[in-house]
């Protein structure tokens, strides 16, 4: 009786505290299981959000930012811009944002024209000195329209100026927004003005020249030579869209601008390639639909 009794003890003991070890990791285990949603909640609080009503805007990109050849010849007028201007007639998106009383306070406009990719990072520097909610970028016509096909800016090296850029910036500005537009569609440009005696007068002082040039001719070499354009602004909008996809936020306007049909009368007057103030009004309007969203455009 003696010899067993301790033996019973033992085991009961053993098998008590395995019981218990049992219980206690059943206990962790399910305590570290419940965790896991909870630091996936957190995550996803913290994750920046897009905020729809920034308080201020700062402008890089090229001519059509500019509002070059919008109000006289061969000259910039800003105040037409679609993203910065203070054209009543335009309002432009700091306009529709901000309101007419804050556009000069709060809004900065850094493009210039002529202005290709590798100038962006210059631009995004400037910008990000006044730390704006937003930024607007809209950059690329430039690298198209060369004096030749085999001058315009390789995609790969288009692809590296952009993400260069944009890493400037969030050196710099990390919480600013992007909205980043896309490149207009060149050849629905060279359709509207082809057909007009004054308007070929004027696309042989150089304009665009790897896509209006011989604005008539139909021959092989001339069209393939178009669509050879058509097919790099394509390719340019692709990589803007996977660069900033990869910003949490920067906001691309889903080919908004490339797919917009601009007709005569939104063109400039002078040169019947960038938009005049009707067509600074519609690129303000599409811009302003995407930043107010309250999602990115599919």
């Known amino acids: 009786m003696r010899t067993t009794a301790p033996g019973r003890r033992t085991r009961r003991t053993r098998a008590g505290t395995g019981a218990t070890l049992a219980l206690l990791a ?14 996936g909640e957190r995550g996803a609080q913290a994750a920046p959000r897009w905020n729809t009503a920034p308080a201020s805007i700062a402008a890089v990109g090229d001519s059509i930012t500019r509002g070059f050849d919008a109000c006289s010849v061969l000259a910039d007028c800003p105040e037409v811009s679609w993203a910065t201007g203070s ?59 060369r004096p030749s096909t085999s001058t315009m800016t390789p995609v790969a090296e288009f692809r590296a100026g952009f993400e260069k850029a944009l890493r400037t910036l969030r050196a710099s500005s990390p919480a600013s927004q992007v909205y980043v537009s896309s490149v207009p569609d060149l ?28 604005p008539l001719s139909s021959a092989a070499t001339a069209t393939a030579r178009r669509e050879q354009v058509r097919a790099r602004v394509v390719e340019y909008n692709e990589v ?17 601008v490339f ?40």
């Open 26 to 39: 059943g206990v962790l285990t399910g305590c570290q299981a419940a965790a896991v949603p909870e630091q």
């Open 87 to 145: 054209d009543p007639a335009v309002r432009s998106l700091a306009a529709r944002l901000l309101g007419d009383a804050q556009v000069a306070a709060r809004s900065w406009n850094h493009a210039v024209t002529g202005s290709r990719m590798a100038d962006l990072e210059g631009q995004l520097a400037s910008a990000a000195e006044h730390k704006p909610d937003l930024v607007t970028v809209m950059v690329g016509s430039n690298d198209a329209c």
């Open 187 to 214: 050849q629905r440009l060279w359709q509207q003005g082809k057909d007009s005696p004054m308007v070929r007068q004027v696309w042989k002082l150089g304009i665009c020249q790897s896509m209006l040039a011989d």
């Open 240 to 256: 803007l869209r996977e660069v900033c996809g990869k910003d949490a936020l920067c906001r691309y306007d889903g080919g908004a």
């Open 259 to 298: 797919q917009y049909p601009f007709a005569a009368d939104q063109l400039s007057h002078w040169d019947w390639f960038h938009p005049g103030r009707v067509g600074q009004a519609r690129l303000a309007e599409l811009a302003h639909r995407q930043v107010t969203a309250a999602e990115p455009p599919r």
